[in-house]
């Protein structure tokens, strides 16, 4: 984290909330693609696909990338509706839901890893006399399985996503959203996110205060840190802010 000297007159130090992405922050995101590439090659077994796993995955995230290409601006768009998208392009015709749902979801369920750090940081900060919250494009039932998975679910004081709202970040609805809920003014909140555009600037547009955690540097960015763990200093009011 960086070392820079903080005004401590600018009464950022007394934080009424900490919000989390998910993907890429909470959930470890090659951990996700093992879990696809893993329920790709089971579907490719049980339906005798005529092609290596290889072109198939490759099939999966063609069909799954142009479904969230083709939204409009910051429209949702369902993950599980590209998923099917691409559950169809594998196999060559239309399969009901029922049967491939419930082996995906076995198969994430057992595969999704979080990152090192983060389940210790939300548990620690729910101690804390803080709103701990989820501000996070998935869907809605996906995001809530994931931490639960996690057993970091009952810790969040609320989760706004994308599904609820019908936006994806960096839309300020998505953030307006989670803010109200909290019921926290925007400067004494923070929101730690992986992705420049969506998460950090899309929060400081909202006047909240971004934390880069893996996302490019910008003028947005109010804090960036290397591990989860450094958001308790922060919290804690030893910070160093970006440049």
Known sequence: MSENEVDDDDGTDEWEAVFWDIGGVILELDSV??????????????????????EA????????????RERDGTEFRSARDGYHRGVTAIVGEEIPRAEWEPR???IVRSSIEPVPGAVE????LAERDLHVGVISDV???????????????EHFDSITTSEEVGRTKP???MFETALEKAGVDPDRSLLIGDRYDHDVKGAADAGMHGVAFGADNGPAV???IETPEEVLEIVDGKPGQTD
């Open 171 to 173: 839309d300020p609805a």
């Open 57 to 68: 995955i490759n099939t999966w995230r063609t069909a799954v990338g142009d479904h969230f």
């Open 33 to 54: 693609q093992g879990a696809h590439a893993e329920f790709v090659a089971d579907l490719c077994e049980r339906h005798a696909i005529d092609a290596t796993v290889e």
């Open 222 to 224: 109010s804090y960036r």
């Open 139 to 153: 869907d809605d039932a996906e995001g809530r399985a994931m931490l639960e998975r996690f057993g970091v679910r």
């Open 104 to 106: 995906f979801d076995e």
């Open 121 to 124: 940081t939300i548990e620690r």
